[in-house]
């Protein structure tokens, strides 16, 4: 076996193929992270089960260096890789620049020779017109090439967020009988749109063919490895562990935000984190009346009811994208442009979210900068001139009026995220918002970081966090802002922590690397590795180059201790509430907590080190 790998040069069109084996990379991750390290390249592959009968196969991962976090990093998006199974290739490594922005071609017909060409696109025109965005450049790709497949194509669009920040994301759709879907699916963390865009000047990528490979399809041969681990052949199994995405009777509800919101109670984030500081009881409130009695409850009325939902673009029982008309309703995208935000009202949640992903951003990190900003307006810290808006931020929960001030609040993000890309007043996220809060810091006087929740790497790299108001959410991993980390609620030592995350590391990892979707995790980390013996005679070897492969992304590791006030508070009201409400009584986390009350700097350095510890001792290589 061997993975065959298309490198492209985006500034002369120039391509040719290469084979590697499987005596040292199994996958998308370890090959890529090889491919980047040796040509500074940007790399889009799928695993080796790629259109196979396995649900959940058909991701498309994307490594290279981030112009965000400001390292190696790893990103995927569902059902892309289903697609560019058909050109008949692993990889697809991105090299060189285009000399004007261009938008690549790959095309392959029954065997023949790949397609490659790079044609130029006035990308900021078509931006501005029609659907906008990356909506807009998604069908101007689509009407020059789609004539060309014999099969519906699949296309990767950024937005201008991938030109003016460091945060684009890339963005696909499913494409049926020609018609393009609602159904975005993203690879948004690490901003690897504004890799794409800046580094090798292509704005969106266009793919598809008739090579099929013989993928593994034997339904006897993969039930029989089902029912020997688990009793249960592979879809019994597969929905089972996917209850959550599809639809939970238990909650009543389903997908990341219906279970989430449904079961989050006092753990609820708003308004840029500032919940962390109120009584549990005022959380508790805030959850069930902007929460539960609206936000969740429009959800599960119009989505849920109603029974709108799809794939990603694969065959999967998981049915995870919830829909609302044009609108796909995930948790964390519509917690960091919802509450996080001051948002509470599916309507504006929604106007909010589709502006910023029609621009490109990832939104996780997008929406944790406006909520950012938002605060820095509503504190006096900056002025809307400065920031180059009309308003301020409606946050006073006191006299909140769900419908209309959560539309205030959405219109006032739109605004923001114009101002971002056309950097009006002091606005310039070109390298980044750590960087700008320094600079800015000094001529206020004022650290402007202290507000944004943010895990900082190397000297400007950055990562807004995964919504989930636990410890590990901050940790020092070598990745962070994807689940390379351990999000229990429940309170871990900081050294356990660190052993913890670098255990999780590798177990996303083999998922990774065989390009499997994370959702179906209940079974595919522990599975997979058996069936790579069984087809490939590999099963420690794969396990072995997981090892070396953390510990290889490991030995890059910067962190940076917490620069944010708001970072020390985030942990130390977390460790609080594990005591004064879930009435965890262990000693260790009432010496924490009175180590916080004496210096909660130094708590927090202690805390953040043993937790580095961890990890560090977890991730070594040992011959």
């Given at each position: 076996?061997?993975?065959?790998?298309?490198?492209?040069?985006?500034?002369?069109?120039?391509?040719?193929?290469?084979?590697?084996?499987?005596?040292?990379?199994?996958?998308?991750?370890?090959?890529?992270?090889?491919?980047?390290?040796?040509?500074?390249?940007?790399?889009?592959?799928?695993g080796i089960f790629a259109g196979s009968i396995f649900p959940g196969s058909n991701r498309m991962v994307v490594t290279g260096f981030s112009p965000c976090w400001q390292g190696y990093y790893i990103s995927s998006m569902g059902g892309a890789g289903l697609v560019f199974n058909n050109l008949g290739v692993n990889m697809l490594s991105l090299t060189g620049r285009a000399p004007v922005p261009s938008v690549l071609y790959l095309n392959r017909n029954h065997g023949e020779e790949i397609e490659v060409e790079v044609v130029p696109v006035d990308a900021e025109a078509v931006w501005r017109e029609g659907r906008t965005g990356?909506?807009?450049?998604?069908?101007?790709?689509?009407?020059?090439?789609?004539?060309?497949?014999?099969?519906?194509?699949?296309?990767?669009?950024?937005?201008?967020?991938?030109?003016?920040?460091?945060?684009?994301?890339?963005?696909?759709?499913?494409?049926?009988?020609?018609?393009?879907?609602?159904?975005?699916?993203?690879?948004?963390?690490?901003?690897?749109?504004?890799?794409?865009?800046?580094?090798?000047?292509?704005?969106?990528?266009?793919?598809?063919?008739?090579?099929?490979?013989?993928?593994?399809?034997?339904?006897?041969?993969?039930?029989?490895?089902?029912?020997?681990?688990?009793?249960?052949?592979?879809?019994?199994?597969?929905?089972?562990?996917?209850?959550?995405?599809?639809?939970?009777?238990?909650?009543?509800?389903?997908?990341?935000?219906?279970?989430?919101?449904?079961?989050?109670?006092?753990?609820?984030?708003?308004?840029?984190?500032?919940?962390?500081?109120?009584?549990?009881?005022?959380?508790?409130?805030?959850?069930?009346?902007?929460?539960?009695?609206?936000?969740?409850?429009?959800?599960?009325?119009?989505?849920?009811?109603?029974?709108?939902?799809?794939?990603?673009?694969?065959?999967?029982?998981?049915?995870?994208?919830?829909?609302?008309?044009?609108?796909?309703?995930?948790?964390?995208?519509?917690?960091?442009?919802?509450?996080?935000?001051?948002?509470?009202?599916?309507?504006?949640?929604?106007?909010?979210?589709?502006?910023?992903?029609?621009?490109?951003?990832?939104?996780?990190?997008?929406?944790?900068?406006?909520?950012?900003?938002?605060?820095?307006?509503?504190?006096?810290?900056?002025?809307?001139?400065?920031?180059?808006?009309?308003?301020?931020?409606?946050?006073?929960?006191?006299?909140?009026?769900?419908?209309?001030?959560?539309?205030?609040?959405?219109?006032?993000?739109?605004?923001?995220?114009?101002?971002?890309?056309?950097?009006?007043?002091?606005?310039?996220?070109?390298?980044?918002?750590?960087?700008?809060?320094?600079?800015?810091?000094?001529?206020?006087?004022?650290?402007?970081?202290?507000?944004?929740?943010?895990?900082?790497?190397?000297?400007?790299?950055?990562?807004?966090?995964?919504?989930?108001?636990?410890?590990?959410?901050?940790?020092?991993?070598?990745?962070?802002?994807?689940?390379?980390?351990?999000?229990?609620?429940?309170?871990?030592?900081?050294?356990?922590?660190?052993?913890?995350?670098?255990?999780?590391?590798?177990?996303?990892?083999?998922?990774?690397?065989?390009?499997?979707?994370?959702?179906?995790?209940?079974?595919?980390?522990?599975?997979?590795?058996?069936?790579?013996?069984?087809?490939?005679?590999?099963?420690?070897?794969?396990?072995?180059?997981?090892?070396?492969?953390?510990?290889?992304?490991?030995?890059?590791?910067?962190?940076?201790?917490?620069?944010?006030?708001?970072?020390?508070?985030?942990?130390?009201?977390?460790?609080?509430?594990?005591?004064?409400?879930?009435?965890?009584?262990?000693?260790?986390?009432?010496?924490?907590?009175?180590?916080?009350?004496?210096?909660?700097?130094?708590?927090?350095?202690?805390?953040?080190?043993?937790?580095?510890k961890g990890i560090d001792e977890s991730l070594r290589e040992f011959f």
């Open positions: 076996m061997y993975q065959r790998v298309l490198l492209v040069d985006a500034a002369t069109g120039f391509y040719k193929t290469k084979k590697y084996g499987f005596d040292r990379y199994f996958g998308p991750v370890d090959l890529g992270i090889h491919l980047a390290e040796k040509y500074r390249s940007l790399n889009f592959g799928v990356v909506y807009s450049l998604t069908d101007r790709v689509h009407g020059m090439f789609a004539s060309r497949y014999e099969k519906d194509p699949r296309i990767l669009a950024t937005g201008p967020a991938a030109l003016r920040t460091d945060m684009g994301g890339i963005m696909s759709v499913p494409i049926n009988n020609g018609k393009i879907s609602y159904v975005d699916t993203w690879a948004g963390r690490g901003g690897f749109g504004s890799a794409m865009v800046r580094e090798h000047g292509i704005v969106a990528v266009i793919y598809g063919g008739t090579a099929a490979d013989e993928d593994f399809r034997d339904h006897k041969v993969a039930d029989e490895w089902f029912k020997n681990k688990y009793n249960l052949r592979l879809m019994q199994k597969d929905l089972e562990v996917t209850t959550k995405y599809r639809y939970d009777e238990k909650f009543d509800t389903g997908g990341t935000f219906g279970v989430n919101y449904a079961t989050m109670g006092g753990r609820i984030m708003a308004f840029n984190y500032r919940t962390i500081y109120q009584t549990e009881d005022e959380r508790a409130d805030l959850h069930r009346k902007f929460i539960v009695g609206h936000y969740l409850k429009q959800f599960n009325e119009e989505t849920i009811t109603n029974r709108q939902q799809a794939t990603c673009g694969e065959p999967c029982a998981a049915v995870c994208k919830k829909m609302n008309g044009a609108y796909k309703k995930d948790y964390e995208p519509y917690q960091t442009m919802g509450p996080l935000c001051g948002i509470f009202d599916q309507r504006a949640a929604e106007k909010l979210n589709h502006h910023c992903d029609a621009m490109g951003f990832d939104a996780i990190s997008g929406g944790g900068v406006l909520a950012w900003l938002m605060d820095l307006l509503e504190s006096g810290m900056l002025t809307p001139e400065e920031l180059g808006v009309t308003r301020a931020p409606r946050w006073d929960t006191a006299s909140f009026d769900l419908v209309n001030d959560s539309m205030h609040n959405a219109d006032l993000g739109c605004e923001l995220i114009d101002a971002i890309l056309e950097r009006r007043g002091i606005l310039d996220f070109g390298e980044g918002v750590r960087k700008w809060s320094r600079i800015h810091s000094r001529a206020k006087g004022t650290a402007l970081h202290d507000r944004l929740v943010y895990i900082a790497f190397s000297r400007r790299g950055w990562m807004v966090p995964n919504q989930y108001w636990v410890s590990g959410a901050l940790a020092p991993m070598a990745i962070m802002g994807k689940y390379y980390m351990i999000y229990s609620f429940d309170f871990v030592p900081p050294r356990t922590l660190g052993r913890m995350c670098a255990e999780r590391m590798k177990k996303e990892l083999i998922l990774d690397n065989l390009g499997i979707c994370r959702f179906h995790r209940g079974w595919a980390e522990e599975l997979l590795p058996e069936v790579m013996g069984s087809l490939y005679d590999s099963r420690e070897r794969f396990l072995r180059s997981i090892d070396v492969l953390a510990s290889r992304l490991n030995s890059r590791n910067s962190p940076i201790f917490w620069e944010s006030a708001r970072d020390i508070d985030y942990l130390h009201t977390f460790l609080k509430r594990k005591k004064e409400v879930d009435n965890d009584g262990r000693p260790e986390l009432g010496a924490w907590l009175e180590k916080f009350e004496t210096d909660r700097v130094e708590a927090a350095r202690d805390f953040w080190y043993e937790t580095l």
